[in-house]
């Protein structure tokens, strides 16, 4: 939130020390315009009252002249629309309207104005096009602009480039969130030589990324996920050295992520391209990216083993592969070196053999997934080793020995989620001895229709299965009835009382019923397990991202 590095918070500091002249009845008339804009003002017009001086009025502030400097109405509450007044301030360099429910257009006198320095409008419902300025407000007009927040409105069309031509200082954009379409902008680089922080994510942006990205030397951050964009990384783009995040999942890029090209980003921290079309191997270079944090390739179609050079990214925090072709023995990499890991994902690829034991040296391991692959063995006790362990999920794979499993992660105090479904083929439940333990596990594996069995888990903290496509009727009675509607939400084709949609006659009679008395905690986790040994891949995800995303 603080607003950092730019020549004006220094010169707040100054202003806000010394005694303030009074305002001039000029901005003072702009500041009231700006008031009957407003629908609701919660309150602010107790204070700002004409026969007082604005530089006292609440959210603002003065410099030692008495010209206003800075509007600061977050959190306010405020509804209605944000009148062009304030470009009239021409002193205000700093205007937070952030976190209310403002509507209509932002006024372009605002991106027009010769004197802001931040602006930012987040989370309001403003709408609209952004409008490049009249030529009336262009000519010779220098643009102190430096950060410009206008993440998590409606505005809608495209980004005109025309808006950003006098912007010479801009160093932060952030429009995600909102409803933009065309081609991704990218003329910021050319005028402004400080652009450093680009977010489009959560847009509707298609076409592919614009090589002129790679003219952006400050370019520190390229966020532009969930849009529609298309074809390759260019080239072009890997000349945009300073790049410490990079970040287009669930877009439709294709092609390889090219080796020779990706070590051109050493500093890069955070790389996310998941939810694409790429293809091809994970290069070798890659092991070069010493500072590599965050590497997020899931759900492509990447091919290959996991290069053994990824463990010389000792920085790695989050290793999230899941969804893609990889294949070869697991064993033949070397995981001791990457003791920061906290979230390995492999879950749906094609690795082969044992879980390797120098997995267990990295500690700080939090979140393990490995189901959907064709691993097989039985688990080690080291897994004991990784205190922090509190998601482990191993399903659909071949493992062997349940006993022996249950009895290693019985004790650990940290696991609240286990899903080891779909493994010890033939296999019997062990005796019920075997299954207590487990003092903090709040998530079990169930087949992605609701068992009616879950009804007697009281132990079962938060329940949520959300988003799931799960069918039929919601068990009725025990603990399942005391959850709100939101744990189900998204599941068109669940009915039930609790959701407050009918149960049709042929859905009436739930389709497995458990019938036992017993409300025993151990007693209910064994029946849930035995019975539902089966776990959808999904579930598992659900459960996965509500930890760690
Ligand atoms: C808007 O973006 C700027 C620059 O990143 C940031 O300083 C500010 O805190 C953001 N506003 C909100 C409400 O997060
Ligand atoms: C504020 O007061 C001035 C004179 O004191 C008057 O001219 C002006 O119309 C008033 N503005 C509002 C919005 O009441
Ligand atoms: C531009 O300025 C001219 C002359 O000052 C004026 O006649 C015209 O209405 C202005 N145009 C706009 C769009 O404000
Ligand atoms: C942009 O704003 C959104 C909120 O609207 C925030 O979640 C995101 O982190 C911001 N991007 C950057 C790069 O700060
Ligand atoms: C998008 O904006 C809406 C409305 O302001 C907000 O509720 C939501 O959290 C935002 N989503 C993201 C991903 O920032
Ligand atoms: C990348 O930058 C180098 C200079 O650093 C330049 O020679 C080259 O043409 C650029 N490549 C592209 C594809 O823009
Ligand atoms: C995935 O890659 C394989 C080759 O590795 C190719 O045959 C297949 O068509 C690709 N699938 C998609 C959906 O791109
Ligand atoms: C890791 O880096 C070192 C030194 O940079 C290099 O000699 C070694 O070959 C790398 N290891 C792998 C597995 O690439
Ligand atoms: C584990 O994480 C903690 C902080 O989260 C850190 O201090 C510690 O060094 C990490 N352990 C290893 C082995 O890196
Ligand atoms: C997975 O690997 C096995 C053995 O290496 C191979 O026989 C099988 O075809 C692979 N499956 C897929 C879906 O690639
Ligand atoms: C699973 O492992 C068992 C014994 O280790 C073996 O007999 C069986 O063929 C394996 N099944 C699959 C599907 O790989
Ligand atoms: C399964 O595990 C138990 C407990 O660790 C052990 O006693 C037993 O020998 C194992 N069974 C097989 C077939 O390895």
């Known amino acids: 939130m603080a607003f950092i590095g730019f020549a004006l918070g220094p010169l707040l500091l100054l202003s806000m020390a010394s005694p303030a002249c009074s305002c001039n009845e000029k901005e003072k008339a702009s500041l009231l315009q700006f008031l009957t804009g407003l629908s609701q003002d919660e309150g602010l017009r107790a204070s700002w009252q004409n026969d007082t001086d604005c530089c006292e009025w609440e959210g603002i502030t003065c410099s030692g002249d008495g010209a206003v400097i800075e509007v600061s109405l977050a959190f306010r509450g405020l509804q209605g629309c944000i009148s062009p007044s304030l470009g009239d301030l021409t002193n205000l360099q700093s205007l937070s309207l952030s976190y209310n429910l403002l509507t209509g257009g932002l006024p372009s006198e605002l991106l027009a104005s010769s004197s802001i320095v931040m602006l930012d409008v987040s989370f309001n419902h403003l709408n609209g096009v952004l409008k490049p300025q009249e030529s009336n407000y262009s000519v010779a007009n220098y643009r102190p602009l430096q950060v410009l927040n206008i993440s998590s409105n409606l505005f809608t069309g495209e980004f005109p480039s025309g808006l950003w031509e006098k912007t010479s200082s801009l160093v932060v954009l952030n429009a995600s969130n909102n409803s933009f379409h065309g081609l991704m902008p990218s003329s910021f680089c050319t005028i402004s030589l400080s652009f450093a922080v680009l977010d489009l994510s959560y847009n509707k942006f298609s076409g592919s990324i614009p090589p002129g990205l790679g003219k952006c030397s400050a370019l520190r951050v390229l966020k532009a996920g969930r849009n529609s964009l298309s074809g390759p990384l260019p080239d072009e783009l890997f000349n945009a050295s300073s790049l410490e995040y990079l970040s287009f999942p669930s877009n439709g890029l294709h092609g390889v992520l090219d080796g020779a090209r990706i070590i051109k980003l050493k500093k890069l921290c955070h790389l996310n391209l998941g939810g694409n079309k790429l293809i091809g191997k994970i290069p070798d270079s890659i092991g070069q990216l010493k500072k590599l944090q965050e590497l997020r390739l899931y759900r492509n179609n990447i091919s290959g083993e996991l290069p053994s050079a990824l463990s010389n990214c000792t920085d790695l925090?989050?290793?999230?592969?899941?969804?893609?072709?990889?294949?070869?023995?697991?064993?033949?990499?070397?995981?001791?070196?990457?003791?920061?890991?906290?979230?390995?994902?492999?879950?749906?690829?094609?690795?082969?053999?044992?879980?390797?034991?120098?997995?267990?040296?990295?500690?700080?391991?939090?979140?393990?997934?490995?189901?959907?692959?064709?691993?097989?063995?039985?688990?080690?006790?080291?897994?004991?080793?990784?205190?922090?362990?509190?998601?482990?999920?191993?399903?659909?794979?071949?493992?062997?020995?349940?006993?022996?499993?249950?009895?290693?992660?019985?004790?650990?105090?940290?696991?609240?989620?286990?899903?080891?479904?779909?493994?010890?083929?033939?296999?019997?439940?062990?005796?019920?001895?075997?299954?207590?333990?487990?003092?903090?596990?709040?998530?079990?594996?169930?087949?992605?229709?609701?068992?009616?069995?879950?009804?007697?888990?009281?132990?079962?903290?938060?329940?949520?299965?959300?988003?799931?496509?799960?069918?039929?009727?919601?068990?009725?009675?025990?603990?399942?009835?005391?959850?709100?509607?939101?744990?189900?939400?998204?599941?068109?084709?669940?009915?039930?009382?609790?959701?407050?949609?009918?149960?049709?006659?042929?859905?009436?009679?739930?389709?497995?019923?458990?019938?036992?008395?017993?409300?025993?905690?151990?007693?209910?986790?064994?029946?849930?397990?035995g019975a539902f040994f089966g776990v959808g891949a999904l579930y598992d995800q659900i459960v996965l991202s509500r930890h760690f995303y």
């Open 317 to 529: 925090v989050t290793v999230d592969l899941k969804i893609n072709k990889l294949s070869g023995e697991l064993t033949k990499f070397n995981f001791s070196n990457l003791s920061n890991l906290k979230t390995l994902d492999l879950m749906e690829n094609n690795f082969t053999g044992t879980i390797p034991e120098n997995i267990y040296s990295c500690s700080n391991l939090t979140a393990l997934r490995l189901s959907s692959n064709n691993l097989h063995g039985q688990l080690s006790p080291r897994i004991g080793e990784l205190k922090s362990l509190s998601f482990l999920s191993l399903s659909l794979n071949n493992f062997t020995n349940i006993t022996n499993t249950l009895q290693i992660l019985k004790n650990s105090s940290t696991l609240n989620t286990l899903v080891i479904g779909d493994n010890f083929k033939g296999e019997a439940m062990p005796e019920d001895e075997t299954i207590g333990g487990f003092l903090n596990l709040e998530v079990l594996s169930i087949p992605g229709e609701i068992p009616l069995a879950l009804n007697k888990l009281t132990f079962l903290a938060k329940f949520n299965v959300s988003n799931n496509n799960l069918e039929g009727p919601i068990p009725t009675g025990g603990q399942l009835s005391t959850f709100t509607n939101s744990s189900f939400g998204g599941n068109p084709k669940l009915c039930g009382i609790i959701i407050d949609r009918p149960c049709g006659s042929a859905e009436a009679h739930p389709v497995r019923i458990l019938s036992t008395e017993q409300t025993d905690r151990r007693v209910a986790f064994a029946i849930a397990f």
